[in-house]
């Protein structure tokens, strides 16, 4: 099994940045791609980035250009670098692991306000 750890939530002003952490343990040699999902209130949860073995990336189109996703290989922690958030970026943020199966961490809250 995998477990993911985030952090580095919390509240920013729109025009701000942000980083957010997944520490990944376990059994981490099992993982194919890892990435973040968000969900706003009252809205489904979306693919924000995806960054693959490979380090191939994948961005929705809403965050192209602000957001990069990376990875310390030998810290086992994906990184979600936020800039220029806005409001609408408000969100709770859900890293994953695909795995043969998905692996989500416990949410971290991002609060943009403007």
């Known amino acids: 099994q995998v477990q993911l750890v985030e952090s580095g939530g919390g509240l920013v002003q729109a025009g701000g940045s942000l980083r957010l952490s997944c520490a990944a343990s376990?059994?981490?040699?099992?993982?194919?791609?890892m990435g973040w999902y968000r969900q706003a209130p009252g809205k489904q949860r979306e693919l924000v980035a995806s960054i693959t073995n490979g380090d191939s990336t994948n961005y929705a189109d809403s965050v192209k250009g602000r957001f990069t996703i990376s990875r310390d290989n030998a810290k086992n922690t994906v990184y979600l670098q936020m800039n220029r958030v806005k409001p609408e970026d408000t969100a709770v943020y859900y890293c994953f692991a695909l795995l043969s199966y998905a692996a989500w961490g416990q949410g971290t809250l991002v609060t943009v306000s403007s």
């Open positions: 376990g059994s981490i040699f099992s993982i194919n791609a």
